[in-house]
């Protein structure tokens, strides 16, 4: 069963710095689909950053350039490096993970998910 689970969250101010960890258990980031998502109070769930093997990386345009996802295999862990964060980038962030190729940053396509990590930015 793959479990995923989230780490890094906190508070910062506005131009702040975090990485998120997400662990993976057993060795699947190398094969799977897997994104980030948030959801912000009141607002839907979306897609910040992804990589699929089929699709490649793909960056929610707010996000594009100060953002950045990557894989560390060996350590079955994926990342988001934030850089830049603004107070509307304040929200609950879950990763997700998918063996299907083309998921995209479409949350509905992921089965698997962890159980989030808060990110709040003060201005």
């Known amino acids: 069963q793959v479990q995923l689970v989230e780490s890094g969250g906190g508070s910062v101010q506005t131009g702040g710095s975090l990485r998120l960890s997400c662990a993976a258990s057993g060795s699947i980031l190398s094969t799977y689909s897997v994104g980030w998502f948030r959801q912000g109070p009141g607002k839907e769930r979306e897609g910040v950053a992804s990589i699929d093997r089929a699709s490649g990386t793909n960056y929610e345009p707010s996000v594009k350039g100060r953002f950045t996802i990557s894989i560390d295999n060996a350590k079955n862990t994926l990342y988001l490096q934030m850089n830049s964060l603004k107070p509307e980038d304040t929200a609950m962030y879950y990763c997700?993970?998918?063996?299907?190729?083309?998921?995209?940053?479409?949350?509905?396509?992921?089965?698997?998910w962890g159980q989030g990590t808060q990110v709040t930015v003060s201005s």
């Open positions: 997700a993970a998918d063996s299907r190729a083309w998921r995209g940053r479409i949350s509905s396509a992921y089965i698997h």
